[in-house]
């Protein structure tokens, strides 16, 4: 059963950057489609970018284009999500989920989810 953890959260200023970590146990997640999501208070799951299982990289919103970046280690069996310029509207808890069909931005095509990790930009 596959299990994810989110880290790397956290506190930061405006036009900062942090690095968010998605670890698998479990499985490997080379087997697995891997999204990034986000949720502010009062609003609804935001898809962020997606992950192929061939290294392919889609982003879904328009807001974190040209900013976020994802990306997969294997060997490490992580998924990382890069933020920079940070803004005060990407607060959110983000979460990464895990599926073995498709990409998406849609949530109910996931099947594993992670806790979530807090970030928020603030000064």
């Known amino acids: 059963q596959l299990q994810l953890v989110e880290s790397g959260g956290g506190l930061v200023q405006p036009g900062g950057s942090l690095r968010l970590v998605c670890a698998a146990s479990g499985s490997t997640l080379n087997s697995y489609y891997i999204g990034w999501f986000r949720q502010a208070p009062g609003k609804e799951r935001e898809g962020v970018s997606c992950?192929?299982?061939?290294?392919?990289?889609?982003n879904y919103a328009d807001s974190v284009k040209g900013r976020f970046s994802i990306s997969r280690d294997n060997a490490q069996n992580t998924v990382y999500l890069q933020m920079n310029s940070l803004k005060p509207e990407d607060t959110a808890v983000y979460y990464c989920?895990?599926?073995?069909?498709?990409?998406?931005?849609?949530?109910?095509?996931?099947?594993?989810w992670g806790q979530g990790t807090q970030v928020t930009v603030s000064s």
């Open positions: 989920a895990a599926n073995r069909d498709t990409c998406s931005n849609r949530n109910y095509t996931y099947n594993y």
């Open positions: 992950i192929t299982r061939s290294n392919v990289k889609v």
